[in-house]
Antibody, heavy 123, light 107 residues
Framework: QITLKESGPTLVKPTETLTLTCTFSGFSFSETGVGVGWIRQPPGRALEWLAIILWDDKTRYTPSLKNRVSVTKGTPKNQVVLTVTNMDPDDTGTYYC???????????????WGQGAMVIVSS | VVMTQSPATLSVSPGERATLSCRASQTVGSSLAWYQQKPGQAPRLLIYDASTRATGIPVRFSGSGSGTEFTLTINSLQSEDFAVYYCQQYSYWPPHTFGQGTKLEIK
C-alpha cells in the first residue's frame, strides 16, 4: 500500500524559505518510472502543478515560480524535499505531494496523494 | 497548455447523468486525467489516459475524448459524487496543467 505524508511549518513569514518534506512508503525510487510530484492549492482555488522528481533524479519545475522552487530526494531514501524561496502571501495554500503512476514516459498522472499541508504566509 | 473546464458549476439531481467538459489549448493526445476532490480532502484520481478508470473507481464514471476535447460522464449520480472535478494534461511539461475545476452540486 502506497502512502505519502507532507510535513513542515504551517506559518512562514514573507521572504522566508519554505521547506516541506514528503515521507512515503510502499514504493522506492529504485524502480524505473517512479516519480513524486508537488501540487499546491490556494484556498478556494484550483490545483497548481509545481514540480516533480523522477527515479533517475531528473526534475521539472513550473516556469511560473521562476527558479524559486526545487525538489530533492531526502535522507532517508523514503523522503522528498520541496523548497520554495522568497515566500509571498500569494504562496499561501495547501501543498500536496503525490505518487505518479509508474511509467517510463515523461508524462503520467498522480494516483496516490498525501493529505496535504496547509502553509500560511504572513508576517 | 491551458486547460479550460465547463461549466464552472453543474447542478444535477441524484440518479441523473452528469457530463463535464475539458478543452486543451493544443492537442494532448490521450494524456488526460480526471480527479475528484471533496471539501477538506486531497484529490482522487478517477480516469487517466482519457478513458481508463483508476483502481477502485466505480463503472458509473467514464471518460472519453482525445486531442483537445474531453468529457467525463457520471451515470446515476450518487450523493457521494457531488464534489469538484479537475482535468489535467500530462502531455506537455512543465507544468502538467490542471483545469480550473467544475463544481458538481445537487439540484
Amino acid at each position: 500500500q502506497i502512502t505519502l505524508k507532507e510535513s513542515g511549518p504551517t506559518l512562514v513569514k514573507p521572504t522566508e524559505t519554505l521547506t516541506l518534506t514528503c515521507t512515503f512508503s510502499g514504493f522506492s525510487f529504485s524502480e524505473t518510472g517512479v516519480g513524486v510530484g508537488w501540487i499546491r492549492q490556494p484556498p478556494g482555488r484550483a490545483l497548481e502543478w509545481l514540480a516533480i522528481i523522477l527515479w533517475d533524479d531528473k526534475t521539472r519545475y513550473t516556469p511560473s515560480l521562476k527558479n524559486r522552487v526545487s525538489v530533492t530526494k531526502g535522507t532517508p531514501k523514503n523522503q522528498v524535499v520541496l523548497t520554495v524561496t522568497n515566500m509571498d502571501p500569494d504562496d499561501t495554500g495547501t501543498y500536496y505531494c503525490a505518487h505518479r503512476i509508474v511509467s517510463p514516459n515523461w508524462g503520467s498522472p498522480f494516483d496516490i496523494w498525501g493529505q496535504g499541508a496547509m502553509v500560511i504566509v504572513s508576517s | 497548455v491551458v486547460m479550460t473546464q465547463s461549466p464552472a458549476t453543474l447542478s444535477v439531481s441524484p440518479g441523473e447523468r452528469a457530463t463535464l467538459s475539458c478543452r486543451a489549448s493544443q492537442t494532448v493526445g490521450s494524456s488526460l486525467a480526471w480527479y475528484q476532490q471533496k471539501p477538506g480532502q486531497a484529490p482522487r484520481l478517477l480516469i487517466y489516459d482519457a478513458s481508463t478508470r483508476a483502481t477502485g473507481i466505480p463503472v458509473r464514471f467514464s471518460g472519453s475524448g482525445s486531442g483537445t476535447e474531453f468529457t467525463l460522464t457520471i451515470n446515476s449520480l450518487q450523493s457521494e459524487d457531488f464534489a469538484v472535478y479537475y482535468c489535467q494534461q500530462y502531455s506537455y511539461w512543465p507544468p502538467h496543467t490542471f483545469g480550473q475545476g467544475t463544481k458538481l452540486e445537487i439540484k
